[in-house]
Structure formats: structure tokens, C-alpha cells
């Protein structure tokens, strides 16, 4: 079932992101994750693509688990840069032979390892093209898209990268997913602008809990969100004071009250980045849905 048509029930929910494990000696400990995690109901769950396609066989071989074993609605990403038509056409008839019937279609990232040098596409250069694509054929499949509340770091102007959002709603996206965000500010301004530049499809936030200074540190540096600076201070004092325990419980504090505030401003949904730690997203979603 393609997903667009499950948000469109009006019905507020939670969808839930995973982050593959390379190896799959780390599987059993995922699925557990996963096991606990399903008590919360997600409306889908979407499982990450390896830069590059890298981890794109374990992505498959996840979601299809997912679909099968836990009866959970899975999106696959599905990303094209140096991707070629053969791997890609390969990929979503895998997806559609397992009944997987979502991808989340992305331009991705190159590999930071040095080594690895992609092939150039002139048929993928964008996200865009991947849409056009999968939406001619296979027009079936349920096509998310992403969006940037701040902007793509790549981005000329967050007018051009709205733009660039208009260009793959357009192509065929059903949805958009927004990248993470610490002020849902930034959030209800990305709407306001989608919506007035004629982009009608659902946006769905995307929160990412902070449960690791050093980890969501990382995280703004690859994708270019702001720590408000009252956040960041108050997280550096907590470890400071308490510690990484400190710090989980400030990041789980502050994604609550953000989803608290996205819902009850109209939010179709929210998506939440779990990685993968089960025990805190429980904590954090206690008693929202």
C-alpha cells in the first residue's frame, strides 16, 4: 500500500526511522530494537541506503524482513548518485517481488571513503530524475521525497532548493520527509513556503532525538541544521555536570516538547530518526499517541 494514501487517512501518527547494521552478525541485536519498537504503532518505517547504494543489499534484505516478519509498511531509500539503470531497475523489482511498495528517493552523498570512485550518470544526476523515473516505470510504487527545512548545504538560496522540491513533487513524489530540525520554526516556515510556491503534498517533520552530544555534533555537520544557541549551551553545561546520561535526558526533554508543539500545530505526522536505540524512543514517545 503506498504510504501517501495512509497519511491521507487524517489521522495524526508516528512513522519510524532505522539505520541498517553492516554486519549482519548485528542483525539479531536490530530486530530487537525493531520488536520493541513496533509496540509504538508506526504508521511505516523507513531504513536508510549506504552511501553510494553501499549497504543497499542489507537494506533490502531489511525491509523485506520488516514487511514479512513484523508486518510493518517499509520504505525503502533509495539514493542515485553514481547509480546506473541496471542497479537501480534491479532493485525495485526486488522490492516489488517482496511486496515492499515504498522507496524514499534521494540523490545521496558520494562515499567518504577515497577509494571508492563512482561511475557518472548523466540519467541521475538529482533526485528529481530518480522520481521521474520510478514514477514512469513503476507507477505503482510510492515515491517520499526530501525536503530541508534550513536548506540543502549544497543549496544556492533556499528559494532555489524549494525549487528543486517543486521540480520532484512534481515528477511524481507522493510526500515529503523533512530533514532534521531543532526549532520547529524553521519547520512551519519550510511549510509556509512549499505551500506558497504550489507544493500541496503532506510534509512530514522529521525529529531527531539528541541522545549523544558527539554524535548530534556530527550529525549538524553533515547536514547543515542549527543547536539554537540556548540548546547547545544547556547540552555542553549537562555534560559538563552529568555527563551522557545528562544529556540523553536534556535531548529527550527537548524532541518531546518539539513533537508535542509539531502536533498540536497540525502536523500531518511526525517521523522520528530512532538510531536504532529503542529504550530512550520509548521514553521519549511515552503517552504522545
Known sequence: MRIAERILSGKQFLSLEFFPPKNPSDWPAFFRVVDKLKELQPLFVSVTYGAG???????????TRLKQEFSLEPMAHL?????????IVSFLDN?????????????????????IVLPESKDFVFASDLVSFI??????????????????PEAASLEKDLQFLKRKVDQGGDFVVSQLFFDNDYFWDFVQRARELGIEKPIVPGVMPIFSLKIIQKVVSLCGATVPAQLLRELEEADAQGGADAVQALGIRHARSQILGLL??????????????DDACLELMDGIF
Not at 498540536?264 to 536505540?277: E, F
Open 79 to 87: 539514493t542515485c548518485v553514481g547509480a546506473t539503470e541496471k542497479g
Open 95 to 115: 522490492l516489488a517481488a517482496v511486496g515492499v511498495d515504498n522507496v524514499l528517493a534521494l540523490r545521496g552523498d558520494p562515499p567518504q571513503d577515497l577509494g
Open 135 to 152: 514514477r514512469k516505470h513503476y507507477p505503482s510504487m510510492g515515491i517520499g521525497v526530501a525536503g530541508y527545512p534550513e536548506g540543502h
Open 53 to 63: 547504494g553501499s549497504t543497499s543489499e542489507n537494506t533490502l534484505a531489511i525491509v
Open 264 to 277: 498540536k500545530g497540525g502536523a500531518p505526522g511526525v517521523h522520528l530518526y530512532t538510531l536504532n536505540r
